[in-house]
Every structure is written in structure tokens, then in C-alpha cells.
């Protein structure tokens, strides 16, 4: 018997907010009761993050992809196991010609550190390959990416979200 995990998103960014943190408030809000929020930059990295995942068609237009040629493309979340280390990719495009863009998707007031270079080549280190597949790392991001980032080459492609209004 095999065991499939599946995760649902919901594409309106309102309907997330209100359902993940207007809703749990709700009596206490009624009541007038001072509610304290979550973290504003944790509500707009997964707001920012479905906006993202909502404008993909826009994403395969500045990654070169033909929507012809995409086989999935979603989140991706891969369960630890004894064999493999789990893991969670933002956004995962699989091309028919074997080609799989890691897209790390980052939401900050300011620049995008280096870090984020180890933190998605652990992602990718993690991720179960197939042999004949070929791993392009982009970085979609808001509010810029520090020299080092951009000097270090790691990237296949860094997106910043301005591009994908335009």
C-alpha cells in the first residue's frame, strides 16, 4: 500500500490571508481584544510567494521555457525518508527535455544575502535526481540581491519581480 502526500495551495491571496490569519482570530476580533499579528514579513514572503506562482506564464517567457515543453510545475515537497533527506522547493518547472529549474522565490525589505546560495544548494543536494537531469537554479526575488550573489554566478537565472509586471 502506497502512501501519497498531497498539499492543496489556494491561488486567492486574500481568501489565504483571511483563512490563515483572520479567521483563527475571529472571536477574539469580534470582541473587540487587541489581536496581535503574526510577523509582517512572514504573511507577505507566502503572499508574495503565490503571487509569484500565480504569473508562472510570465516566468517561462523570462526563463526562455515553451509552455508546450513544461511536464510539471508546482511547489515541491519531498518527504525525508531513511534514503534521502526531505526538502522543499518553492517552485519546480520539469521540462519534457529533462531539465528541472529550481526557483527559489525570496521576499525581504532588503537585499538578498549569499546565504540564500548554500540554502539552495542544500535544496538541490536534497532533491532525488534523475540521472539524466540537468539542475538550473533561479532566485525570484523583491528589493534586490546583494554583489555577492550576483558576482558568485550560481544562479542559472535571478529574476526580480519588477520583470514580471512589465
Not at 3 to 11: G, S
Not at 37 to 44: E, G, L
Not at 126 to 134: A, G, R, W
Request: glycine share 4%; aromatic share 14%; hydrophobic share 40%.
Amino acid at each position: 500500500k502506497r502512501v501519497k502526500l498531497y498539499k492543496y495551495r489556494l491561488k486567492d491571496n486574500y481568501l489565504r490571508f483571511y483563512l490563515k490569519y483572520i479567521e483563527p482570530k475571529r472571536a477574539q476580533i469580534e470582541k473587540n481584544r487587541v489581536v496581535k499579528p503574526p510577523a509582517w514579513s512572514t504573511i507577505m514572503g507566502i503572499q508574495f510567494e503565490n503571487l509569484v506562482l500565480n504569473n508562472f506564464h510570465k516566468i517561462y517567457e523570462l526563463l526562455g521555457i515553451d509552455p508546450a515543453e513544461v511536464i510539471y510545475d508546482n511547489p515541491y515537497f519531498q518527504r525525508k525518508t531513511k534514503t534521502h533527506s526531505g526538502c522543499q522547493i518553492d517552485y519546480l518547472i520539469q521540462t519534457r527535455f529533462n531539465t528541472l529549474y529550481v526557483c527559489e522565490i525570496k521576499f525581504s525589505k532588503d537585499p538578498i544575502p549569499f546565504s540564500v546560495i548554500k540554502e539552495v544548494q542544500q535544496k538541490i543536494d536534497s532533491l532525488l535526481k534523475l540521472k539524466s537531469f540537468s539542475i538550473r537554479p533561479v532566485l525570484i526575488h523583491v528589493n534586490g540581491v546583494t554583489d555577492a550573489v550576483l558576482e558568485s554566478d550560481f544562479f542559472a537565472k535571478i529574476i526580480d519581480f519588477g520583470q514580471l509586471l512589465k
